[in-house]
């Protein structure tokens, strides 16, 4: 046992009122200090994980830049591709439009 605790034992069987007393001031002195811990602890990981946010947006941002860059060359390089491409995408939707609004005028 530490010292502390021998001679609160000692003390509490003279003065159990003082002693109970000092013993709810020391558990409150030690509640606080967990407490201001595990704020810090928990700021430290709000930061933590804000600073890892601000990492990722910046690096979507950049595999986003480099993307589109990629993708001007790609059209650039083959332009004919390109346009029949979209021309293909657009007559897909078109159709699956068409679908839709027959299936829907049915009902």
Same mark, same amino acid.
């Given at each position: 046992?530490?010292?502390? +605790?021998?001679?609160?034992?000692?003390? $509490?069987?003279?003065?159990?009122?003082a002693v109970l007393e000092e013993v709810l001031e020391l558990l409150k002195k030690a509640s606080d200090e967990v407490g201001e811990t595990a704020?810090?602890?928990?700021e430290d990981a709000v930061r933590a994980i804000t600073r890892a946010a601000r990492h990722l947006a910046e690096? +979507?941002?950049d595999e986003s830049a480099r993307? +589109?860059?990629?993708a001007g060359k790609a059209i650039k390089a083959r332009p004919l591709t390109t346009a029949a491409v979209a021309a293909t995408a657009v007559?897909? $939707?078109? +159709?699956?439009? $068409?679908r839709k609004a027959r299936a829907h005028n049915a009902r």
């Open positions: 046992m530490s010292k502390t +605790v021998v001679k609160l034992t000692e003390r $509490a069987k003279q003065e159990p009122i704020d810090d602890a928990l690096d +979507v941002q993307l +589109v860059k990629k007559a897909l $939707a078109g +159709v699956m439009l $068409a």
